[in-house]
């Protein structure tokens, strides 16, 4: 069973996502192994400058790397320049993942100004939801629940259609 690791910034503030998320994740139970970091999120002033934004972003990348590494991973950076897969694609992926023998996933999710370019070096695919932008916290939900459609998809369920 493949291990994923959902590696974030920030927790999740409204109840009506968190029920979201513990849903996504009690179905999800039945297909991988998958654990929720939540890391904190740098404070930022309301009109942050870049010199603040790159701190920032540098400050939260050093609590990611040490749960990024490892030889039988493989990380996805979640950014807006990611690629754009489709829930097949994403499917097709994740069992090529689990089939060139990869045990574990970290999928990683930046604070609402992203994420470093030293945690995207490190990424074996940056990976973009959309050209649209979401709120922050929606896209742990929508990751959760494509991360679900395409284990459903894998299995041959009837939950995509």
């Known amino acids: 069973m493949l291990n994923v690791n959902i590696i974030t910034v920030g927790k999740l503030k409204e109840s009506y996502l968190r029920d979201a998320a513990a849903e996504?994740?009690?179905?999800?139970?039945?297909?991988?192994?998958?654990?929720?970091?939540?890391?904190?999120?740098?404070?930022?002033?309301?009109?942050?400058?870049?010199?603040?934004?790159?701190?920032?972003?540098?400050?939260?990348?050093?609590?990611?790397?040490?749960?990024?590494?490892?030889?039988?991973?493989?990380?996805?950076?979640m950014c807006i320049e990611g690629k754009q897969l489709s829930s097949e694609e994403l499917a097709q992926k994740l069992q090529k993942i689990a089939v060139d023998g990869k045990s574990t996933v970290n999928i990683i999710i930046g604070s609402s100004f992203g994420i470093s370019e030293s945690i995207k070096k490190t990424a074996d695919l940056r990976l973009s939801m959309s050209p649209m932008t979401f709120p922050h916290q929606l896209a742990r939900i929508m990751l959760l629940e494509q991360l679900y459609r395409a284990f459903q998809i894998n299995a041959g369920g009837k939950y995509h259609k």
């Open 24 to 77: 996504y994740t009690k179905r999800l139970n039945g297909f991988c192994r998958l654990k929720i970091t939540e890391l904190a999120e740098s404070r930022l002033p309301d009109d942050p400058s870049e010199k603040e934004i790159i701190a920032a972003l540098s400050k939260e990348s050093e609590a990611m790397l040490p749960m990024i590494g490892g030889g039988n991973v493989f990380n996805i950076a």
